[in-house]
Structure formats: structure tokens, C-alpha cells
């Protein structure tokens, strides 16, 4: 894969775009993080909606934005839902992603993403061992957090990302962002982002957002990777455990903008 720098400039307005956009992200995700990643959304700018009946899904995902399928808490009638509203997406060209949280050990969630994966997601995003484990190799999990670290997965996340024609996105204290061929690499972040539930998860919902800038989603889809570990960075600062720095985390989201991205990756 040929290495892309990343252009801070580029997510910097990308990032800017995002927020003057607003854009609505309909989210199909799992029960443990739906409030937060409500709030991670607000916090960065973007509008959430949680519409999840079978007999709603198919007409929201077609007028959101971006739609997010998540599934960490997966059960038949939840996948009934996500089947309806990724064909009512793609018909009405929503750009919509998926996070494939645990699959390595589960074999109902890992062929429904399968199955999922030939409607032409915009964007997939896990960790190292999803990652792997949706490229058909046996990562290191625990349920679903990751043992192996972002860069086990990344010949993985290259040849997913060139299968499915897709962004591909496995996150650790590197992230990187695979799409035609080309990696991009962000490191920084703090370590404590893994000591709550959910940051990968609203991440992914971040990055239904930023697919809704379409052919700049790959510039966007960095800048909300950035915003992630910057607003890590700073909720280190001010914050006393898990507790505080979640809430210190979507304070700092709400206060980033294009420029400060800018400054902290200089380009
Ligand atoms: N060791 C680390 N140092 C710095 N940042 C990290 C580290 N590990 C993860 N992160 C950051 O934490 C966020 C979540 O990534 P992670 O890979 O933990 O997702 P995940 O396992 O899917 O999370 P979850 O399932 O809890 O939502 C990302 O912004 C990532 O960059
Ligand atoms: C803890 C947990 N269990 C299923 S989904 C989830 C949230 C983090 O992925
Ligand atoms: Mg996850």
C-alpha cells in the first residue's frame, strides 16, 4: 500500500464542513452505547436519531444523512432491521457504515457483516482484531475490545478495503485509514479512550457523518479520527478516571475545530 502524509489542512476544513453541514445520522447500534454516541455526535456537531422499528427504519435511512450499523448487541430482529434500512440507503444512495464489533468470536454477527459487506458500505470501522477477523484471519479478542494492535491489522484492512471498494478504518494508538490503495496513518490519542465503553462506537457514528461529505470522505473521515484522539489528549488533562474524562471527552469534542486539528498534526 503506498503511504499517504496526512493533510491536516484538508481534515481541518473537512472537519469545519462537517459542523456547518449538521448532518442527521440515523443509528442502528448496540444498546450499551447509544447514549453516548447520541452525545459524541451533538458534541462534534452532527444530529443523531436512533430510529430502530423495522416499520421506520427503511424511510429514515433513506432522509438521514449517513447511516450507522453496529453490531455489538445483535439479535434477529434487530439484523431484520439493519437488512431493511442498509437496502432502503443504498437505494436512496445514504452512504452508510459498518462496525463489526466482535465478530472474531461470533459466527451469527460475522455472517450477517458478511452478508452485509455486498451492500457497498461507505466505510467500515473496528478494531485490530475485527478487523482481522472480517478478512477471514484469527485476531487476538476478548469479546470486544482488541489484544493486537492497529498494525497486525492493517494488511488486513488493505485487502478488505480493496474487496469491498471501501474506506477502511482499524483504530488503536495508530489509526489508519486504508481506501484505494493508499494508508494514512494518525497517531496520538490517549490510552484511557479504551477505558470507556463506547469511543470506538461513536467513532464509527462520526464516521457515518463524515461519509456524508461523499468524495471528501476519506479528508473527513481523518479529521474525525483526529477529533477522537485530540479530544482524548485533552480530556487527560482534566479528568480524575473513566468517570470525568468521558464527560471531559464530550466537552473537549465540542470545543475542536479545523484549526486546532491543524495545529496539533502540523503538515
Ligand atoms: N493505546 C491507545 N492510545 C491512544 N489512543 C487509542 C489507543 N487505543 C485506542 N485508542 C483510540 O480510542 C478510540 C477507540 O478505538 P478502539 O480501537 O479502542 O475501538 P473499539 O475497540 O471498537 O472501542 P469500543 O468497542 O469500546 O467502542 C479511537 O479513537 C482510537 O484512536
Ligand atoms: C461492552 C459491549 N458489549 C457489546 S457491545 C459493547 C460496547 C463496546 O463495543
Ligand atoms: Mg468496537
Not at 481534515?11 to 469545519?16: E, K, M, N, P, S
Not at 432522509?63 to 432491521?81: C, F, H, K, M, P
Not at 489508519?176 to 477505558?195: E, F, H, P, T
Request: hydrophobic share 50%; with cysteine.
Amino acid at each position: 500500500m503506498n503511504s499517504l502524509p496526512f493533510d491536516s489542512r484538508a481534515a481541518a476544513v473537512a472537519l469545519d464542513d462537517l459542523r456547518a453541514a449538521t448532518p442527521l445520522v440515523h443509528c442502528l447500534t448496540n444498546q450499551v452505547v447509544a447514549n453516548f454516541t447520541a452525545n459524541v455526535l451533538l458534541a462534534s456537531g452532527a444530529a443523531p436519531a436512533m430510529v430502530v422499528a423495522r416499520e421506520e427504519v427503511a424511510e429514515f435511512a433513506a432522509l438521514a444523512s449517513a447511516l450507522l450499523v453496529n453490531v455489538g448487541t445483535l439479535d434477529r430482529t434487530q439484523a431484520d432491521a439493519m437488512r431493511l434500512a442498509v437496502f432502503a440507503a443504498r437505494r436512496a444512495g445514504t452512504p452508510w457504515v459498518l462496525d463489526p464489533v466482535a465478530v472474531g468470536a461470533l459466527s451469527f454477527r460475522r455472517d450477517f457483516c458478511h452478508e452485509l459487506l455486498m451492500q457497498s458500505p461507505a466505510a467500515i470501522r473496528g478494531n485490530a482484531a475485527e478487523i482481522r477477523a472480517l478478512a477471514g484471519e484469527a485476531g487476538q479478542g476478548r469479546g470486544v475490545d482488541s489484544l493486537d494492535a492497529s498494525e497486525q491489522a492493517l494488511a488486513c484492512a488493505g485487502q478488505l478495503a480493496r474487496q469491498y471498494d471501501t474506506l477502511v478504518i482499524v483504530t488503536g494508538a495508530t489509526d489508519y485509514l486504508c481506501l484505494d490503495g493508499n494508508v494514512l496513518a494518525i497517531s496520538g490519542g490517549d490510552a484511557r479512550l479504551q477505558q470507556v465503553t463506547g469511543t470506538g462506537c461513536a467513532l464509527s457514528a462520526l464516521v457515518a457523518a463524515a461519509c456524508s461529505l461523499k468524495e471528501r470522505r476519506l479528508d473527513a473521515a481523518a479529521a474525525v479520527c483526529a477529533l477522537m484522539k485530540l479530544g482524548g489528549e485533552q480530556a487527560a488533562l482534566h479528568s480524575r478516571g473513566p468517570g470525568s474524562f468521558a464527560v471531559a471527552l464530550l466537552d473537549a469534542l465540542s470545543t475542536i475545530d479545523g484549526a486546532m486539528l491543524h495545529a496539533r498534526w502540523p503538515a
